[in-house]
């Protein structure tokens, strides 16, 4: 029944559904304008689909769109991939290109990639398969705790004075009158007597003795250049196959104990195999991973020779990206129909930069624009996740009620805009750390009752951001 229901999983991506047009519809939610990326991001989103539904001889050969996203930092490349992994509920992870380092030097290994999203994928399925199997280890759980209130002989007839002893569990008697009983009659009617008050929640409070396991192993300090993920292979694991888990009793509570036991159980039905095999099988058609600061490893055009952090990583990249074997602790994964998106501002070096190889592995390449004025306007109010919408709900837990004029929305951005353009061009996280200094004064008085209901008006941002705005110094420091 689980395997089916396991297999089940890979075919209830909401991807299945969604068309590129809706794809799009759903980022604008979370992302303002950077229509052209959105547009090509959705494409190869659905195409993940649309190769799936190809017959299995041309499935292998078509290849992903891998994208490289262009644009200044704040504009919403990592927002977008970001959104599109939730939105396709496929294996995700987003990494720096600038944490790796050639194979032979101190740093981490790029095929660590694969092995973290492959941890990633087994991780979402087995939380997956806990769901669908957790009715059937409460239920269990909840047999195993009767047999602690009213634990029943074994190896020989019921025993009178445990009868008794468990009989003296208030549990109410409504056979008073009745012909003499056996032992297991009486047994079996007082277990459904506590199971009934188990259901009802009147135990949690009870004692029992539970025997758990005790999870205690040796520690090991590994001294090796490479991290001991990459080692793939599992010390607790290993550790755990060679030495008997250690068992002792603990007291605790109903409550308590039915955690414990509804995890033991639900280990019991999940089939790992099946777990395993499902969450590669994502991985290898569904997985995303999203490179950022790709820029950061693109060779100088004066660089003289190939230099081990940047060149390096990208001759070790390049596999990954064309499509190799990753050995990991679950097993072989392929990376030849992983979607790769990539990042990077390029301020000073260029894609062209990156070397031809890994550049013909990214064909798609997406100029993000810089934000306006009239986009901060629209980052403040519109999104979902919208930072004026944030603060309402963050005073709203003090019982204050803050509001925002339209004009003091409108001075806000306009400031963003300017600082902006006067230092650092940090895109939509300016709005952050402006709108932070606007509300440190009402944040800091909270739960003051003068301060219950406020609004924010232009002449408030005008005030308190002006002498700063001027300042040039304190720009650098404070916006």
């Known amino acids: 029944m689980l395997d089916k229901d396991c297999k089940a ?64 930092t704040g504009v919403g490349k990592t927002e977008i991939a970001r ?17 790796f380092t050639e194979v032979g030097y101190v ?25 669908m199997v957790r009715e059937n280890a409460e239920t269990a759980a909840s047999e195993r705790i009767l047999d602690l209130l009213f634990p029943a002989s074994q190896h020989k007839p019921f025993q009178e004075d445990k009868i008794q002893s468990a009989e ?57 250049p490479i991290g001991i ?15 008997p888990k250690k068992r002792k009793k603990r007291k605790m509570t109903v409550a308590e104990a039915r955690q414990i036991l509804v995890a033991e159980e639900t280990q019991k039905l999940i089939d790992m195999e099946k777990v395993v095999d499902e969450a590669i099988r994502r991985v290898e058609n569904s997985g995303i991973v999203f490179l950022d600061e790709i820029d950061k490893i693109a060779g100088m055009s004066d660089a003289h020779g190939p230099d081990v952090s940047r060149e390096g990583v990208q ?20 990376t030849d129909h992983i979607l790769f998106i990539a990042s990077g501002a390029f301020h000073v070096a260029k894609p062209s930069d990156l070397i031809p190889e890994l550049q013909g592995r ?61 230092a650092e061009n940090i895109g939509a996280r300016r709005l952050h750390t402006i709108l932070s200094t606007l509300l440190e004064e009402i944040l800091f008085q909270l739960p ?19 002498d700063i705005v001027e300042d040039e110094d304190l720009t650098k420091y404070i916006l």
């Open 315 to 334: 001759r070790d990249i390049l596999p990954v990206v064309e499509g190799t074997n990753v050995v990991t602790k679950y097993g072989i994964v392929k």
């Open 229 to 243: 993920e990459e080692m793939g292979m599992n010390i607790q694991d290993l550790f755990g196959s060679m030495m």
């Open 448 to 466: 003051d009752p003068s301060v219950k209901d406020f609004k924010v008006t232009a002449e408030y941002v005008k005030d308190k951001l002006n």
């Open 362 to 422: 990214f064909p798609i390449r997406v100029e993000l624009n810089s934000l306006s004025t009239e986009d901060f306007i629209r980052i403040l109010t519109e999104p979902e996740n919208a930072l004026v919408k944030q603060y309402i709900a963050l005073l709203e837990t003090e019982s204050a009620k803050i509001s925002f004029a339209k004009s003091a929305i409108k001075e806000i951005a306009q400031t963003a805009t300017m600082v902006n353009d006067r």
């Open 83 to 99: 959104r599109l992994a939730r939105l396709a509920e496929a294996p995700f992870i987003k990494v720096e290109a600038s944490k």
């Open 9 to 72: 999983l890979g075919r209830k991506l909401k991807t299945d559904q969604l068309t590129p047009r809706q794809i799009v519809r759903e980022l604008d939610k979370y992302v303002i304008g950077q229509d052209k990326a959105k547009k090509m991001v959705a494409i190869a989103l659905r195409n993940r689909w649309r190769r799936q539904q190809v017959e299995d001889e041309l499935r292998e050969e078509i290849m992903p769109n891998n994208i490289i996203l262009i644009g200044p």
């Open 107 to 131: 740093g981490r290994d790029v095929e660590s990639i694969i092995r973290d999203l492959t941890d990633l994928a087994v991780s979402m399925v087995k939380a997956e398969c806990m769901e």
């Open 168 to 224: 003296s569990l208030p549990v109410s008697d409504d056979n008073q009158g009745q012909p003499a009983e056996s032992a297991e009659e009486r047994h079996k009617r007082t277990r459904e007597k506590l199971k009934k008050q188990l259901r009802e929640g009147k135990l949690e409070d009870r004692m029992v003795e539970l025997e758990v396991s005790s999870e205690s192993f040796p520690m090991l300090q590994v001294f090796s």
